[in-house]
Nanobody
Framework: QVQLVESGGESVQAGGSLRLSCVAS????????MCWFRQRPGMERELVAT????????YYADSVERRFTISRDNAKNTVYLQMNSLKPEDTAVYYC?????????????WGQGTQVTVSS
């Protein structure tokens, strides 16, 4: 069973920066593909960014492209989301997500979320 714990969410002003962290335990981190999702007020949860197991391939939603950077440190079992040029519309609960595929199926895990509030 993989446990994910996010941190780093706080209140900032528009134009500011934050770095979110997600520490994984209970599994082999280098076997996990990692993602960040967010849920904005009144909206469904949406994918923000993904990173593959080695950290070579990444994907970003159009809304955060060129402002956010996902990275991982497999030695520290941690995935990061560097968020720059924050906008009020980035206000959301940010969730860390991990998944891997084995012969027995696909396994997915969620963190508890961390609140990011961006004021204008």
């Amino acid at each position: 069973q993989v446990q994910l714990v996010e941190s780093g969410g706080e209140s900032v002003q528009a134009g500011g920066s934050l770095r979110l962290s997600c520490v994984a335990s209970g599994g082999t981190f280098s076997s996990l593909a990692m993602c960040w999702f967010r849920q904005r007020p009144g909206m469904e949860r949406e994918l923000v960014a993904t990173i593959n197991r080695s950290g070579i391939r990444t994907y970003y939603a159009d809304s955060v492209e060129r402002r956010f950077t996902i990275s991982r440190d497999n030695a520290k079992n941690t995935v990061y989301l560097q968020m720059n040029s924050l906008k009020p519309e980035d206000t959301a609960v940010y969730y860390c997500h991990a998944h891997y595929t084995s012969w027995s199926g696909v396994f997915a895990y969620w963190g508890q979320g961390t609140q990011v509030t961006v004021s204008s």
